[in-house]
């Protein structure tokens, strides 16, 4: 089907756009520009979607959208993670500062 070929290829250019920004997180062990409530909803949003290409038998598309959602789920969690090193400091033996 075209659509499948279409809708993967549209998923392709989505999830290569996440790319730099993980890197971005990554790099400045940063993630305050992002907001959490976008992260949630994009990756809501897009499984959804790939249960309904999945239902549609648009494989292709399933397995881009999903990769997709894995990219925000990986910024979600690099947001997670950088928030709470960011505000904790460890000191030796287990100790909070």
Excluded: H
Excluded at 51 to 78: E, K, N, P, V
Excluded at 80 to 91: D, L, N, P, Q
């Amino acid at each position: 089907m075209w659509q499948d070929y279409t809708l993967s290829f549209v998923g392709i250019l989505f999830s290569y756009s996440l790319i730099p920004q993980v890197i971005k997180i990554y790099n400045r062990k940063s993630a305050e520009d992002i907001s959490g409530q976008t992260c949630i909803i994009s990756i809501i949003g897009l499984i959804i979607c790939a249960i309904c290409d999945f239902s549609l038998r648009l494989y292709w598309a399933t397995g881009i959208t999903l990769t997709t959602s894995i990219m925000w789920l990986i910024i979600l969690i690099q947001k997670i993670i950088y928030t709470r090193t960011g505000k904790i400091t460890f000191i030796s033996q287990g100790e909070l500062k």
